[in-house]
């Protein structure tokens, strides 16, 4: 299997699977996507993707594959150690219900499109923009941590890393990118801090990537 | 395995619930959450799911899994006959991409609680509401159109339903209520048609439940 990602490496959806493919020791070319130049919105990329979004990983040179869980799932599938799920289902459950807190409860209402959408559209200044995002990143997180709460160990469920990992920490990447107060949030920084010192999540940070801005 | 839902006869994602349940032929229990009463933040729903969203399902009175797609994978996992997901990897992440073009890329931005928190917070007008929601769905609805023109059989991919469907139907549905123009989509119509007619999806409908409103 041959892996290419086409990614932006400030994209929080794109890291996820940045950690995912190092997790996992697979090898991966890169091909950056500069959304503030609306790469994304190309024709070749929208052949790949017709959302128009990062992450895309194009598998053995033909195959491409969008939206950043489904791409999880299926390197989980193929390469399934080490594994990025628990054994038994209803962990299983758990660590996609936390990984969708971020995936789809969320990561959707602060990204650049949308944002763009209420200035452009509907009328908000740019602080405003910000302001719904903080509110929607803020509201999210309060639920993540009471997940975490319950369920965490050094990781966010229990003491192996899981898909909801791959989720969490971009999110708070995010989250501070958009100064959202996390004193709230003591459990998630807490796993957050564990993992930012394993390698797959150092590697692959935004501040380490070198996509010229 | 006992299993209780708890969900709103209009919620989108607690129809998706509904319809794996009756796919595989498991008998449930329903509990209604009157989302336009408030009752999905009430404190004993939160201790149920701290996103104070809709669906829930309770395992064997114990266990309470949210988000939807966590759940469609974790029936997919204890129950796995008749199938919701393909058998190639490749084609299962299709199916979840398909998936998540609703799952992450439509729905959270056209819940009931984005649209009161743009209306309440933000000042926009109800209509201006509707109109950031009718917008979201119509773009995210194009790209899912241009997978299904790739993918699509009599279901969202090939012949076999699976949780493509189960994401497409009650969207399409929310669409209409928000009034998006569907005429670009002529795929998804044809998709929707054909799934309506199955008993899984027919019976689970809205306009079949019977929750007081």
């Given amino acids: 299997m041959s892996y290419t990602l086409h990614h932006y490496f400030r994209s929080s959806c794109s890291w996820?699977?940045?950690i995912a493919l190092a997790w996992k020791g697979l090898p991966f070319e890169v091909v950056p996507v500069h959304l503030l130049r609306d790469e994304q919105?190309?024709?070749t990329h929208r052949r790949l993707n017709p959302s128009e979004q990062v992450p895309v990983l194009i598998v053995d040179g033909t195959t491409a594959l969008a939206q950043s869980l489904?791409?999880?799932e299926y390197l989980e599938e193929v390469h399934p150690a080490p594994a990025l799920l628990p054994s038994l289902p209803v962990q299983r459950a758990r660590a996609r219900?936390?990984?969708e807190v971020v995936n789809s409860?969320?990561?959707p209402l602060?990204?650049?499109q949308v944002l763009q959408s209420l200035e452009r559209d509907f009328g908000l200044s740019a602080d405003q923009a910000r302001s719904f995002a903080r509110s929607a990143i803020s509201r999210g997180l309060v639920a993540l941590e009471a997940l975490l709460r319950e369920h965490s160990g050094t990781c966010a469920l229990g003491d192996s890393v899981s898909i909801a990992d791959l989720c969490l920490?971009?999110?708070l990447y995010n989250a501070r990118r958009f100064d959202v107060d996390l004193t709230a949030m003591p459990t998630a920084v807490r796993v957050e801090r564990h993992l930012l010192g394993l390698p797959a999540f150092a590697a692959t940070h935004p501040d380490r990537e070198t996509v010229p801005v």
């Fill in 41 to 43: 919105h190309a024709a």
């Fill in 169 to 171: 920490v971009p999110q």
């Fill in 16 to 18: 996820r699977v940045r």
């Fill in 110 to 112: 602060q990204n650049l």
């Fill in 70 to 72: 489904a791409i999880l």
């Fill in 97 to 99: 219900q936390m990984a």
């Fill in 105 to 107: 409860g969320i990561q």
